[in-house]
């Protein structure tokens, strides 16, 4: 889960690699590295620990020109992160200098015949595997192309490996395998990255890369070919609908706040999109015997989401799967649909889940936020979200978008099933349309009131995230928020759980954050009621956050959060609202990194 670019123009293309790669920083950021092409002789190639303007500065990067250059920013899978672990990586003879994305499986067994054979080895990384394969069959054949297919035949495992070599220096060599790789078409200056994000600031003209392809690629002109059968491939150039104003941060102090308000905007895209695209799900949910929901970190807590909703609305109970636990759990065949969520499109689990699914005969399909991506083109039937690019590594809007669209969907499938009338539907989707409007309300007048909690409360340590039913994974969501970008210990835990076993916690140490159903759910609404009794009688601090504009007994909560009454179906949208804010706001306090937290990537592209 790296970041990888490259250009190749007439002129020095140093700042193009630059602005691509600090770009691409959200994919990985623990080390970062550039390989230029000095002239037609050397390859300069700088690297160090640290992010892309840190690593910049400290190898004074932008010193050096060339004509054609690779980037990668790293998340270190293999290999400590330290600079000789950063790539890129080059071959004994320095002629080739190599990025990669992925994992090579088969590392082990090449770097012992390789070292057999007299090549040096300076890292631990799999990578670094290639740059000597390269020079090895460069050596045997005479050829930079013969030398990359043979090294290619020789790989397991996954890459999307980008190079460039002294023997051909007007020239970027790449290749992608279960890894994600594009190229960026311009007149004067052609790119390739692992998202479009590489090159949206120069040219909206993309290719996207399939797997076992490779592709030579010139200022001029480039060639997309198969590594299997070395013919060419004629490739479409897709025009990227996002624009580089867009990716940025609009006046915002971070994206994840300009992107928790922009979730009335995406709300709207989200009921937007093709309703025969929808419909052919709704099909596929109602016709096959079984169905199942995968997703993994924050989309699983949204297949959660929308298995209640689905078994509530359309009463077909369609469970939700990790997608990590998919293969292990659950058995599918010819009569099953699987349904994916992924903001990326890139994340392994959730790829390897499809996969699986796919070879027992299964229809599968996925709802996405990321066009061209690896899930939207290996599923049967796609749905893109529309969120726009997100760009804080913490997902927010492209979740809350992808609740809309499940829950637009379990509406029309309850429909079809008679579960409920039109006028139900029709009463439910008008709700889904006025949500934008609540959601600015909250954004703009609760948001002074969620800062000043977060603030207050910024050194507490373990935070219990409490809910029933429907508001139990929007507990799990905003649990894992606080978590990810605060790095504060959180628990989300549906509020029976308290009595078998969780209430021995409960101490001064311990606070609880406890979701509150509209009262129209009576049972459920005392049900959640009592539990937080059960922690007041323990004297523990609760935040109740409620819909009851009367307020509540000071005894009951020991703050709360008081919400203007909403329709059922999207109180719990707002729920994850304010705790995407709590969250944010906590970690702002607490001065974390809050757009690259520690220990996360964007798209988690390794098992
Ligand atoms: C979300 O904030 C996390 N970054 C993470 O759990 C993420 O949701 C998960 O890796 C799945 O990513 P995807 O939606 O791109 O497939």
């Known amino acids: ?32 590295g550039v390989a230029l092409m000095n002239g037609k002789r050397a390859i300069v190639v700088k690297k160090n620990v640290g992010y892309v303007d840190d690593v910049y500065k400290k190898e004074n990067v932008l010193q050096h020109q060339g004509h054609t250059g690779i980037a990668h920013t790293r998340w270190a899978t293999h290999g400590q992160v330290t600079k000789n672990n950063t790539h890129p990586f080059s071959s004994c003879d320095k002629k080739f200098a190599v990025v990669h994305n992925g994992i090579i499986s088969n590392y082990q067994a090449l770097r012992k015949q390789l070292k057999a054979e007299g090549h040096k080895f300076i890292s631990d990384t799999d990578t670094e595997v290639v740059p000597h394969l390269l020079e090895k069959f460069y050596q045997e054949t005479g050829s930079v192309e013969a030398a990359f297919v043979n090294t290619l035949r020789q790989l397991e495992g996954s890459y999307a490996i980008a190079f460039i070599s002294i023997h051909q220096p007007d020239q970027i060599f790449c290749a992608r395998r279960e890894s994600p790789l594009l190229l960026g078409i311009d007149d004067e200056v052609k790119y390739v990255g692992s998202d479009f994000n590489a090159f949206i600031d120069h040219t909206k ?92 970190g924050t989309t699983f807590y949204v297949t959660m989401y929308a298995n209640y909703i689905f078994s509530q609305i359309s009463g077909k109970y369609i469970p939700a799967i990790s997608s990590d636990e998919f293969v292990s759990l659950s058995p599918v065949d010819g009569d099953s649909f699987v349904l994916a969520i992924s903001q990326s499109g890139e994340t392994y689990d959730t790829i390897s889940a499809l996969k699986h699914a796919k070879a027992q005969g299964a229809a599968t399909g996925a709802i996405v936020n990321v066009m061209g991506s690896t899930i939207s083109r290996l599923v049967d039937k796609t749905i893109l979200q529309g969120s726009g690019p997100e760009i804080c590594v913490i997902s927010t809007k492209a979740a809350l978008a992808q609740m809309v669209i499940l829950t637009h969907m379990a509406l029309k499938l309850g429909l079809r099933r008679k579960r409920i009338t039109q006028r139900q539907y029709k009463a439910s989707l008008k709700s889904l349309h006025d949500l934008p409007e609540v959601i600015n309300g909250i954004l703009n007048e609760r948001s002074g009131f969620i800062h000043r909690i977060a603030h207050q409360h910024r050194n507490v340590k373990n935070w219990l995230y409490l809910g029933r039913g429907i508001y139990y994974p929007i507990a799990l969501e905003s649990a894992l928020k606080m978590k990810e970008v605060a790095y504060v210990h959180a628990e989300g835990m549906p509020c029976g759980f308290l009595k078998h076993g969780t209430l021995a916690m409960i101490d001064d140490d311990v606070y609880s954050i406890v979701f509150i159903p509209p009262k129209s759910d009576k049972a459920m609404y005392q049900a959640t009621l009592a539990s937080v009794a059960e922690i007041r009688a323990r004297s523990g601090f609760v935040l109740g956050i409620h819909f009851d504009e009367r307020g509540k007994d000071k005894e009951l909560f020991s703050e709360e959060l008081i919400i203007p009454q909403v329709p059922d179906i999207v109180a719990p949208f707002i729920h994850l609202v304010i705790s995407q804010l709590l969250a944010y706001f906590t970690a702002t306090s607490l001065k974390r990194n809050v757009d690259k937290p520690r220990s996360l990537a964007k798209s988690v592209t390794v098992g």
């Open 1 to 32: 889960m790296c970041g990888i670019t490259g250009a190749v123009g007439l002129k020095d293309i140093s700042n193009q690699l630059f602005e691509g790669i600090r770009n691409l920083e959200y994919r990985g950021y623990d080390s970062c």
């Open 205 to 296: 003209n993309a290719v996207i890369m399939d797997d076992d392809e490779y592709a030579i690629v010139s200022r001029d002109a480039y060639v997309v070919k198969s590594t299997v059968t070395q013919e060419v491939v004629a490739k479409p150039v897709t025009r990227i609908e996002w624009d580089s104003e867009t990716t940025r941060k609009g006046g915002y102090p971070h994206y994840m706040l300009k992107e928790i308000y922009e979730q009335p905007q995406t709300i709207n895209n989200a009921l937007d999109v093709d309703e025969k695209k929808m419909d052919e799900f709704v099909d596929l949910l109602d016709k096959k015997a079984t169905a199942q929901l995968v997703g993994v």
